[in-house]
């Protein structure tokens, strides 16, 4: 049985194609991860989900402790079974989500204690609490607990966190390894801090490869920087991680995102872009989105986007997905879901069949030329 072996098929210039070997999948890189926050891909049946081309999904540590507990959770037979999906789960750590959602937080050096914002109890989540809820999980890529401050902090603030999270991480590692059979079978993501400043990215990837993981994640990025910034950001970055080793940039994005990523040697994101925006009417074609609510649609009788293989589009007209959108419809948000995950898939396939072709600069310059407009 693997645990986890990342091999690379090919190079183009600093972007990388090639797979994640585990127990329950291989996962094809650069991979796009749908995300799964409450046991769920929102509007997406299991089956639904990898029919897009989707080799593994995220779930979140923060929302499945409290709801419905991840005592429950290992107690029902653990996530994979409890949500009908037999293939990778990534968690993340839920440092994000403690600092974005939750009341009354309060850093220490032992972790975050916040107040719920589902009914006002109070929690600790340490490092080795993460830990343990991914472990009752079941979740076979574990993150990390770290702390996330805005990019816009003071410089002070930015190495305080930094330093913080990187004595956080050395914690989910030694817990991660006090994991038994877990830790035998699952992997674990080491998290880079450091705002936009360079000299604190190094700081942060020096301190991750000395403690050793199997795989390391950019984060603190897409939150409120600009596209510009990011990228800015990822220039220097991603070089300062293993080469061997899986890239992870959380939370992105936009089709754009990726692509510019991918350029840059990231090879695995998440965003809950493509199904948020599907519950709210926003489609993603290869010449942008596309706001079904508009009353442009209201009588075309076009497909969400022509040349897409997805059931939705092979099935039904923008005159009708618009009129489920304006009606608020249950299937408006399944079918413009279902089509924005397979978009996703799709752009993902093509950015590993650029890479391999060794034509990726044609690739991104025709994607990024006709999306932007």
Known sequence: MTRFAFSIAATNGAARTGAIAMARGTIRTPAFMPVGTAATVKAMKPGDVAASGADIILGNTYHLMLRPGAERVAKLGGLHRFMGWDGPILTDSGGYQVMSLSELIKVTEEGVSFKSHLDGTRHMLSPERSIEVQRLLGSDIVMAFDELVPTTSTAAQQREAMERSMRWAKRSREEFDRGGDHAGTAAIFGIQQGALDAQLRQ???????????????????????????????????????????????????????????????????????????????????????????????????????????????????????????????????????????????????????????????????????????
């Open 203 to 373: 700081a942060s990837a020096e301190a991750l490869i000395d403690i050793g993981f199997d795989g390391y994640a950019v984060g603190g990025l897409a939150v409120g920087e600009g596209q510009a910034a990011m990228l800015g950001c990822l220039d220097f970055a991603v070089d300062m991680l293993p080469a061997d080793a899986p890239r992870y940039l959380m939370g992105v994005g936009k089709p754009d995102d990726i692509v510019e990523a991918v350029v840059r040697g990231i090879d695995m994101f998440d965003c809950v872009l493509p199904t948020r925006s599907g519950r709210t009417g926003q489609a993603f074609t290869a010449d942008g989105p596309l706001n079904l609510r508009n009353a442009r649609f209201a009588e075309d009788q076009e497909p969400i986007e022509p040349e897409c293989p997805c059931p939705t589009c092979a099935q039904f007209e923008r005159a009708y997905v618009h009129h489920l959108v304006k009606s608020g419809e249950i299937l408006g948000a399944m079918l413009m879901t279902e089509h924005n995950l397979w978009f996703y898939q799709r752009l993902m396939q093509g950015l590993r069949e650029a890479i391999g072709a060794g034509r990726l600069v044609a690739y991104a310059e025709d994607f990024l030329g006709r999306y932007r407009g």
